[in-house]
């Protein structure tokens, strides 16, 4: 089957920087995605991992280990609109079409 | 980069009726559209994958017969719910992907359509 997992909240202090994990079992893997999206939008594409190792942009990094199953995004310079749902998602198949999506991570930033 | 439209944002129906959202891709040809449906504080749920000119694949779960599915042009899905009842009220989010430009399996979102059923 297809999992994956994400915490289901996080709480930040504005400034602090902050990582979301996210580890995943699929039966086939073309890359994770990372979307952010706010309350009742949609989701706004974040970051893209197909290879092992760090991708960055601006204050939004994300992380991949392939052999792991492990994804993290890192936030840096958190701001009160980075409060936001965080989810990850794996393009799992062979035509790297179907997504599949994990929880979802709340996080809130505080003054 | 790649813009994808939903209509309407959001409807509210009596239930035993049917409300038809409509998913554009406004600047490229989508060969591929996907439609998620998502729960108040949860993740997107896939409902089922159209493409252009062929019948929808349905997710386990997902009666094809109360959300029918049309993807007739390259830029234009459809989803129907027939006989909407209020376990039916959700957000409806479309994605589109195809020669867009960007990363190939990326998915790009229509801004979700919020049903409501009475």
């Known amino acids: 089957g297809q999992n994956i997992d994400q915490p289901t909240e996080m709480t930040a202090t504005e400034g602090a920087i902050v990582q979301i994990n996210c580890t995943y079992q699929?039966?086939?893997?073309?890359?994770l995605f990372w979307y952010q999206q706010h309350a009742g939008e949609a989701p706004t594409f974040l970051s893209y991992?197909?290879?092992?190792g760090l991708e960055e942009k601006g204050r939004f990094s994300s992380f991949l280990s392939r052999s792991k199953g492990y994804s993290y995004l890192l936030l840096k310079e958190l701001q009160m609109k980075d409060s936001a749902s965080y989810l990850c998602?794996?393009?799992?198949?062979?035509?790297?079409?179907?997504?599949?999506f994990g929880p979802g991570t709340r996080l809130s930033v505080l003054p | 980069g790649a813009v994808v439209s939903q209509h309407p944002s959001r409807v509210i129906c009596k239930s035993g009726t049917s409300v038809k959202i409509e998913c554009r891709s406004l600047?490229?040809?989508?060969?591929?559209m996907f439609w998620y449906r998502q729960f108040p504080k949860q993740s997107l749920m896939l409902m089922a994958t159209?493409?252009?000119?062929?019948?929808?694949?349905?997710e386990q779960g997902v009666e094809k017969d109360k959300f029918l599915i049309n993807h007739a042009s390259l830029t234009l899905s459809t989803l129907t719910v027939t006989s909407a009842h209020p376990e039916d009220s959700s957000f409806y989010i479309c994605?589109?992907?195809?020669?867009?430009?960007?990363?190939?399996?990326?998915?790009?979102f229509g801004p979700g359509t919020r049903l409501t059923v009475l």
């Open positions: 994605s589109a992907s195809g020669l867009a430009g960007g990363l190939v399996n990326e998915q790009f």
């Open positions: 159209s493409n252009e000119g062929s019948k929808a694949t349905y």
């Open positions: 600047d490229f040809q989508a060969t591929t």
């Open positions: 998602a794996v393009s799992a198949d062979n035509y790297g079409q179907n997504f599949v």
């Open positions: 699929t039966s086939g893997f073309n890359g």
């Open positions: 991992n197909v290879l092992d």
